[in-house]
């Protein structure tokens, strides 16, 4: 979450002439809706199956780049699904720095709380750092993991390029 994945991913399958795939985008063009009202009107449990499903059938094809969502990599069929079509690279971001990325958003659904006020910022960055403990031994599978902190898009995209290039075969 706020790793840099929704910019840097589209950019990098441009970068390597591959198609590109947002896994939430994807869910929500098929649903008709955002994934924050699937998850207000449907419930997780129906989001993470349609998550699933998707990853699966997108998964099939080759030369190809899927950002996914901070959640998929929960379940372990989704990590089955990854490790088993292609690489997963880990865009890591500190607490810190992802508060100072979604600070103004409210479209995130790990990210509502019951009340709509203004959040303090230890508040969401103990909410963020929550979610981090909960996902980060699932994201640190990875194959290859890249820091995102500070580094420029360019550079973070020149650096996967490379990698896909020189280790993961193109």
Sequence with gaps: MASGKSTIAPILANTLGWDFYDLDREIEKREGLKVARIFKINGEKYFRKKETDTLAEISRGSKLIISLGGGALMSAVNRE???????????????????????????????????????????????????????????????????????????????IARLIENKFGN
């Design 81 to 159: 699904i990854v490790k088993s079509s292609g690489k997963l690279i880990y865009l890591k971001t500190s607490p810190e720095i992802a508060y100072s990325r979604l600070r103004f958003k409210r479209d995130r659904p790990a990210l509502l709380f019951d009340n709509e006020e203004e959040l303090k910022k230890e508040n969401f960055i103990g909410r963020i750092k929550e979610l981090l403990n909960q996902r980060e031994k699932y994201y640190n599978e990875a194959d290859y993991i890249i820091d995102t902190d500070y580094e420029h898009v360019g550079k973070t995209v020149d650096k």
